[in-house]
């Protein structure tokens, strides 16, 4: 099982849209997770962080956690063409050793149609 | 002016080669990371240092060698590259290494080994 998964997409919505990602963890004992966005050629960035159970909200993007069901979302509102990238989720894990380190998921390339 | 920078942007060589790629921050962070991010996109913790000392070091080949001679700057060295070692190179840093560090990455060096 890998430690983040992520639907690969494409996700394609139709611009002015709700775009919904979507992200499994299998660390329980993780507790902070990020999303990043990655446009083609460029490197990630960070756009949303959420540490606690319920949503969080930054603009037009909603983090949403459920760590009982070890689950983390990201919700776009009113897509935009410009929002076409790969998002990254990203989870910190412990992984049974002594330092934290952030793993990724393989990312879902969000396709936005004007 | 920029906050993560790294060089080269691209580098492309021989089997057999060996080469560097040279990273600093200017963000005034403890800590940096090398991540490797192959075709599909998945990005993975290589090594991992803290205020120069290596904190984390991944199952990698020990032709990879990192080094940090100031917390400002990391320094990834590739001996012998292979095929597989082709693939876009990130360096990164965060504030520290707490659980909710954020990270700032570098714009990546392409690496192809022909």
């Known amino acids: 099982q890998k430690e983040v998964e992520q639907n690969s997409g494409p996700l394609s919505v139709p611009e002015g849209a709700i775009a919904s990602l979507n992200c499994t963890y299998s660390?329980?004992?993780?507790?902070?997770f990020f999303w990043y966005r990655q446009y083609s050629g460029k490197s990630p960035e960070l756009i949303m962080f959420?540490?606690s159970n319920g949503d969080k909200e930054d603009g037009r993007f909603t983090a949403q956690l459920n760590k009982a069901s070890q689950y983390v979302s990201l919700l776009i509102r009113d897509s935009q063409p410009s929002d076409s990238a790969t998002y990254l989720c990203?989870?910190?894990?412990w992984g049974g050793g002594a330092t934290n380190k952030l793993i990724f998921g393989t990312g879902t390339l969000l396709a936005v149609q004007p | 002016d920029t906050a993560v920078s790294q060089t080269p942007k691209y580098l492309v060589t021989q089997m057999g080669n060996d080469k560097s790629i040279k990273c600093e921050q200017n963000l005034g962070h403890d800590t940096m990371y090398w991540y490797k991010q192959d075709s599909k996109k998945f990005l993975k913790i290589m090594f991992s240092?803290?205020?120069?000392?290596?904190?984390i070091n991944e199952t990698v080949p020990n032709r990879f060698s990192p080094k940090s001679p100031d917390k400002a700057h990391l320094n990834l060295h590739i001996n012998s590259l292979e095929l597989g070692d082709s693939a876009v190179y990130f360096c990164?840093?965060?504030?520290?290494?707490?659980?909710?560090?954020?990270?700032?990455f570098g714009s990546g060096t392409q690496l192809s080994v022909l």
């Open positions: 990203a989870v910190n894990s």
């Open positions: 959420i540490y």
């Open positions: 990164a840093s965060s504030l520290g290494t707490g659980n909710n560090e954020k990270l700032f």
């Open positions: 240092y803290n205020n120069k000392e290596l904190i």
């Open positions: 660390d329980r004992g993780s507790q902070s």
